[in-house]
């Protein structure tokens, strides 16, 4: 579209200002607080200059979280290291098993093909609620309950359907031929999946790879159950802010910013890659 | 010796909730070594299909294939010994024109000045030296196509498999590569298939041609057979440009042989003479044909039959004359021009001995004399 014109170009302007600050407020404030001792927070009316303090990432780093109350143990780092550990294993191994089976669902038409697809996607239509009891249920009886193998496994639920389904649109955009030529040049069926699809996909495998990762970090009521302190990612964490002495949000603030960081950071790395991947899974998926 | 058999090949595609498809039935081929083969029909008549089976990438039904003494059906395509040019190019997107055609070289180790020899010459037969060094996005569907005909032709392989080898290219370019590609395939005694709905790219590239349709192998033949001996129905109207004419005509026995009449306009001695038992006794059995003549073979401004001049086209070097009898059309191809306008009543001569008769089941009962 061609925006020529003087007004048209101000109103885009002003409205693509309107959005970004509505959008990044809430961020923005997060940052600020962060900064602020919740004194500073409370104060009515709030305001924007003020004296920065460095307490609450203090606070947090060093574990060490001093309230009214008295001192309290807060293991925010540990949580930090059991988001990334988590989400990084659970996005590997939803890739190790997604990207071959959407390999298989774009290319082979087999029995009941369709229906696991549609059921692997099914997993994301339910509450995580709903399958939360007879999971942890399970999980007791199994001895899954509050290991790192138990929840990377139950964040597949999370990952491996979203990988799945954008893969495949990848998978099927690419013309079998090509796979068909590189075999007839003397080379197995694994050397064509491993050495031409995979690569080709490679940009819609990075998104998915990548959304997934969000979807991971992001969750909370899988660990909250599944998970005990010593397990827990930062979403959990963060429920220890709210002490008997109050709610810190000082450090809410400081744990959001320090937890939004990573992911942030990464997706403004892949953001090419993730409009790419996003939009043609949804065209051609 | 044969190069490649197949025997009693059958094809069916089933998908769940859908009737099955039969796209191949009972098809047996026998293609010798060093000569060129067109499977030529329309769209969806198995063709496409032949050719996947034979490379690999679709499993038989049913019957073997045997390529070169080796029984090749049950083998991954990688151990076939083919080389196939895909109809949709199918370049590795990643890799420059000279990296894709060189590819399967170098993955055969062949030493590098070898593999730059190969590639520079297969380049200069198709014309593609001057975008060696692009990458396939970024070269039209014409170059892609030669590119991936170079892929192909560059192999040492057993059979070389070509699908619509030469669809998108510009008539001029498609009429010098067919001559450069026949001679280089006869030059080194290369075994080629080729799949093609085109049949001037059939007459000028292949030995023999096998008319398939309906998954049926309808006529393997060379292009003179086609045209002057059609088994059946089917490849006589298939084969040929303009088609043959076709007109339903009723048997009667005469003395000596039998009189086909078409209407009350038009009636055909068939003498005892022209006719050997075997057609005789199966002409006795059939009281409706179907008689078939060649447009070439009809004269116009002599004879008696009378026709209502539809059009008259001025071809440069032939005309048709298409003209309406009581409601059946005749195409007729002559050398000359013809002074017709269209509305003119015009006689048109019909022998006898050009006539092709089919039977009612399609089969062809007698051919027409060649002349």
Known sequence: MEH?????????????????????????WIFLMSFQTNEQILRIPPRILFEPTFANYEALISGQLRTAAGNLQISFMRNLFNSVVLSSAAVLLALLLG??????????????????AFTLLSFRFAPPLLVLLPLSLYYQELGLNDTYFGIVWVYQLI????????????????????????????HSWREAFTRIAVPLAGPGIAAAGLLSFIFCWNNFVFALILASADKQPVTVGALAFVTASGIQYGQIA?????????????ALYAQRYLVEGLSLGAVKG | MDMLELRGIDKVYRSRGKEPVHAVRALDMAVEKGEI??????????????????????????GSIALGGRRIHELPPARRKVAMAFEGYSLYPPLTVRENIAFALKSAQLPRAEVARRVDEIARLVEIEDILDSYPRAISGGQQQRVSLARALVRDADLYLLDEPMGQLEPQLRAVLRGRIKSLLAERGMTAIFVTHDQTEASALADRIAVMEGGILQQFASEKELKGRPANLFVASFIGEPPMNLLDASVTRSDGGFRLSVGTEMGFDIGGAGLDSEAAKVLAGTPQVRIGIRPQKIAVGTGDVRVK???????????????????????AVTPGRVAARPGDIVP????????????????????????
Request: hydrophobic share 50%; aromatic share 10%.
């Open chain 2, 348 to 371: 048109f001569a019909l022998e006898p001995r050009h006539l092709h008769i089919f039977g009612s089941n399609g089969a062809c009962i007698r051919h027409a004399e060649v002349s």
């Open chain 1, 159 to 186: 990952a491996l359907p979203l990988i799945l389904w954008i893969v495949r649109g990848y998978f099927e955009d690419i013309s079998p031929d090509i796979e068909h030529a590189y075999r007839l040049a003397g």
């Open chain 1, 99 to 116: 990207v071959p089976a959407a390999y298989a669902f774009a290319r082979f038409k087999f029995r009941l093909g369709e229906s696991i």
């Open chain 1, 254 to 266: 400081a744990a959001i910013v320090l937890s939004v960081t990573p992911t942030l950071l990464l």
């Open chain 1, 4 to 28: 020529s014109s003087l007004a048209g170009r101000i109103f885009r302007g002003v409205a693509l200002t309107l959005i970004l600050i509505f959008f990044m407020f809430p961020i923005v």
């Open chain 2, 309 to 331: 001049v539809v059009s008259n086209q001025w071809l440069g070097d032939q005309s048709h004359v298409a003209g309406d009898c009581n409601g059946r059309m005749l195409i």
């Open chain 2, 37 to 62: 083969v067109a499977l030529l029909g329309s769209s969806g008549c198995g063709k496409t299909s032949t050719l996947r089976m034979i490379a690999g990438f679709e499993d038989v039904s049913a």
